[in-house]
Each structure stands twice: as structure tokens, then as C-alpha cells.
């Protein structure tokens, strides 16, 4: 990543000496101490402290390999280069690349340099090489929507019976999986890993990095259909997820969800659906909302146990359920998992609820699919008690060719059920949205639509008043969540 991208933690892992990096990755050491120790991991520039491996990411716009001067200067401890170390040749030409792993390093120099093929393949080898050293249980999540909020779920119910390991925010592409799998410590017990897929191919290769022994699928949406072709697509690479599972594991499926409900799985897996209804072999009945936070009966295996959950929405309950069939078949005590789950508030810019000046404020901004948006209006509709409910809507991305359709479905879902007062749209396809509550009959939305986010805060800071509800709800590159922080007051 380059300095100028967006901003990523360094993680933190176990200590390395170099020589253990070197071999994990098949690397050669070019300079440096191979005994010297690795604490972090970045591939961000700007974010490496002491004991930090630079990875420099090749991307479409910018080549990393520019910074490893600065990466040096701010006292990283080593970095991987897939250009050689041009100091080092200018001095006395390049280590003979038939000659051992170590030959040609400079115990000298403070700053090791690392030779591998490519960076991005090195670090996966470096993340495969922290899951061998780490052999606990990992549960995957995979989906179209709600894998964060599965994942933190899933967590939350297994640390009624475990220390448990998580992704960190969101880091569950090709990159980030193995920056994930480095920072698990010998102290965690079980983990649950997230797994993104956007383009073909990408999911045997994460699923082979992490190697879960459960597989955990939310739904099968439209997210990433322009680059996946279509549903049916969508669910045949996120099946890959099973490519590195060991036999004998299981296979978690939302059971209300049409293309998962009897998709197959491997020879030798186990398939649990988990649902609204008996036939899953995990369910909830006896649904109520309390103030638009869930109320319900879970029954999993035969065990009844009440679930009183503290996150708004129908839809949470889902959620929950796979997270208690998680822990049920980890062995966890499920009225122990209930009760974790209770303590669950959310994850931030995910359909998170805050007061203030009298407003509430539904920050749910982090990102957006057509399920997701109608799921956060539906949050906004049962707000009853409100004097005003206004949807700030924006773009969603990555609809492919069928997005202004997409986007007009979410303007008619908003009008025919009433789920706003008011509607701000921010960007063209949003204007879709807009287009969408006009067409249909009845609607009685007042619409406001926007090309610039500074005129729609304005616009909007001096629309709202004290007994409105406000959602926010867009794709992450449309940036809402700068508007969901200042008027929820985490701006400040």
C-alpha cells in the first residue's frame, strides 16, 4: 500500500526471527540480521513501528517497492522486495541466486531485506506458514451480506466457552486473510476468520491459507455480481471456501436463503441449516421485536434456550442463530452463548443506533447491497415513534449492468412500505432511488437529491430537528459515514 492509500493498522504477530520468515516465504536474505526479531506486519508505509516486516504491495496504480527507503527510515525491521536490493548490488553485485537462502546478508546493517518472486505470494506463504504454528479450530464466514456482523456474532457465542480470535476489521480479501492469520497467538483458543471473495479464483486460495474446520455462509446476494456474472455465480466461488476444509467438517447455511438451503457440499462434510422454521436442524421461534431489538426462542439440537438480543432488526435473528449452531457444535453451553450475545452491540458503521439532541441517528454506512438497504429501511420503518423518518441513501457499487434497476427496486421497496418520511439521495445511482419512490403510486416521500456530500450535510443538519430518526446507508466509497459521525456525535 502506498502512502498516499487508505490508512491500515500494522498487526501485530507472535515474535519471528528473520531466518523462520525467510524459509516460510522461500525468500533469499539480501541484508540484514537473520537472527533479528519481527513483531508487526504492514502494508501500509505510514504504520510501521519497531519490529515491523514491510510488505511493498504492487498494485494497478502505485508499486510499494517506492517506499522501502521510507519504510528503512522509520525504523522497520525488515521488508520484502521483489526488485532486489539496488544498494546492495551497486556495493558488490547481486547474491548468487544458486547460493544458500542467507548468502550475501549483512549482519551489519540494521534494516533486512527479504528477496522473494512476489510480495503479495510471499505474504500469503507467511500467513499459510502462521496458521501451521497456530493449529486450533478456525470458523470461516463467508457471504454476500452480514459477514461482519455474523463473525462478531459467531465470536461473541463461542467466548462463553473459549479465547477467541477474530478478523480485524476488514481485513478478508487475498491480502488481508494472511495479515489476519499472523496476528493469532498462542494463547487464543479458536478463531473466526472472515472470507471475501470479488473476483474468480480468490476463494480456493484464501480457503487454502486458512484451512477452517467450519464454514459458516450468511446469504447469496448481488454483491461483486459484476465481476462474478450472476447469483448462481456468486455461489459457486463462495463453495470454494470448502477447497481447504479438512474432511469431516461442517457446513453452516442459512436455510431461508432459496440458492443455499440444499446447495451441496463435499463428500464427507456436514451440511446444518440454520433458519426460522423446524426443518432447520438450528431455528428461532416465538420472534418478537422489544424496541426493535429481537426477542425469541432458539432451539438448536433439541434445546430450547431464550435469546434476548441487543441489535436492531428481524434480520439479526439469523445471525444469532448461526452464531448459536456454531457454538453448539464446538461444544460451547448455549445459555452461556445466549447470554454473550446479548452483550453484542454491534460493530461500528453497521446498523448501529446512538441518541443525541433528540435524534436517532442508524449509522449503517459501512457498506451497501440491495439486502442490506432494504434490511436498514426496514429498521428505519419500524420506528414508528418518530416524528420524521428520513433515509439518507447512496450509491451502491458493484451492481454491474443491472444497477440503475437495482437501485429503482430499493426507491419502490422504500415507497410501497412506507419506510421514510424523507428521502436524501447522494450520487447518480442513488438519484435511481429517487426515480424509484416517484414511479410508484401512493408514495408520499419528499425527496431531496444530491451530486456533493458537503451540500447534502448541510442540507440535511438543517432539515433535521429534535424527534427525527435519520438513517444512513450507502456504499463505503460514498463516504456517508463522515455524515452518520458528525451527527451522531463520534466526530468528535
Known sequence: MSA????????????????????????????????????????????????????????ERTDAHRFLADVEKAGAAAAFTAEGDVSLKAASGAADAAGPALEGAAPETGFALIAVDDTLKALQALGAACRRRRGIPLVGVTGSVGKTTTREMIAAALSAGFRVYRTPGNHNSQIGVPLTLSEISAADEIGVIEMG?????????????????????????????????????????????QDGMPEGSTVFVNGEDPLLRNCPVREGFRRVRYGLTDDCEAYAENVTLDHGCPRFTAVVNGKRIPVKLSVYGKHQVLNAMAALAVADAFGVDLHGAAEKLSEFRGYRHRQQIFYRDGVTVIDDSYNASPDSMRAALEILGEMTDADVRTAVLADMKELGDGAPEMHRGIGRFLAEGRKADVLFTLGPLAEQIAAGVRETEGADVRIFSFTDRDALQEALERFTRPGHAVLFKGSNSMKLSVLADRMSGNAE
Open 4 to 59: 498516499s492509500a487508505g490508512k491500515v493498522d500494522g498487526i501485530y504477530m507472535e515474535e519471528m526471527k528473520i531466518r523462520e520468515i525467510v524459509d516460510a516465504v522461500g525468500g533469499k536474505l539480501l541484508r540484514g540480521d537473520p537472527g533479528a526479531l519481527v513483531t508487526h506486519i504492514s502494508i501500509d508505509s505510514r504504520d510501521v513501528p519497531e519490529g515491523t516486516l514491510f510488505v511493498p504491495i504492487v498494485g
Open 197 to 241: 471473495v470479488s473476483i474468480p479464483g480468490e476463494m480456493t486460495r484464501i480457503s487454502s491459507l486458512v484451512k477452517p474446520d467450519a464454514a459458516v455462509f450468511t446469504n447469496i446476494g448481488v454483491s461483486h455480481i459484476e465481476m462474478l456474472g450472476s447469483q448462481e455465480g456468486i455461489l459457486k466461488e463462495k463453495a470454494h471456501i
